[in-house]
């Protein structure tokens, strides 16, 4: 493959985010590497022209080759859940915490110009009023939304200690085409999916007026990039990607239609919502796509 003029490795790049991601590197003219373990991505959703490295981020050594005179790492690898984080807490901690300590190192010893890491807005947890804006204190509910923080004070760290520009983007609730539905991990609008084509009742957990800011993955993919390319950031920022609305999960079911059904409440944040003024300032970065238009996008693909 002939060499563009700017390289990217993807961790996680046969996830969702990932492979979007990729696909839109590709398309931008960039040469990517992609770097997965197959876990919960899937080998056909890579772009044909990226390289595929099934690597675990675990495995530091295996890293480092790849990232030699990398333009931007992109590090999305991670195991994304809260459940799993609270019943496997060390095997979580060894791929959200130590790998992406390990990818840092690899991008620092690499001479990687820039790192773009994938955060959560769980880390902030309850907070006592919405919108969240970045200048809050991190409240993290359970391992998972600890590690994705101890990720960010890495990125940063290593802005500060080892000149290795980094930035993170806390990602709100993140959906669209190629979701993984199913699995007992699955995001609410991938279950709302699969039941809905099971003809079974919508399951909501507790009361269903929490409220998520639902983001469009086409809108974090132009984030990433935007990161990626923009000369205001690179100094461990940590910058909110939200679509700046929140809907309860009563009023996205009403949108999928059909019966529901209630069990139990489960660990989590109440309410969700991004203030992302600072996105839009140092990014120049505004979510595109609508919830309602992506939603019926999802819909349609499923043919109901």
Known sequence: MQKSSKHAVVTGGAGFIGAHLTEALIERGWDVDVIDTLISGKREHV?????????????ADALLPLMIGADCVFHLAALPSVEQSIQYPKETHEVNCTGTLNVLHAAKEGGAKRLVYSASCAAYGDQESTPFHEGLAAKPLSPYALQKYIGEEYARMYAELHALPTVSLRYFNVYGPRQNP?????????????????GKPLTITGDGEQTRDFT?????VAANILAAES?????GEVINIGSGRNVSINDLAALFGGPVVHIPARQEIRDALADNTRAREMLGWSPKVLFEDGVNELLREAGF
């Open 47 to 59: 772009h044909p022209k990226a390289r595929f490295h099934e690597i675990d981020v675990r495995d």
């Open 182 to 198: 199913t699995g007992p991990y699955a995001s609410v609008l991938g279950r709302f999916l699969v039941q809905k084509g099971e």
């Open 216 to 220: 469009h993955v086409r809108d974090v």
């Open 231 to 235: 000369d205001q950031v690179g100094r």
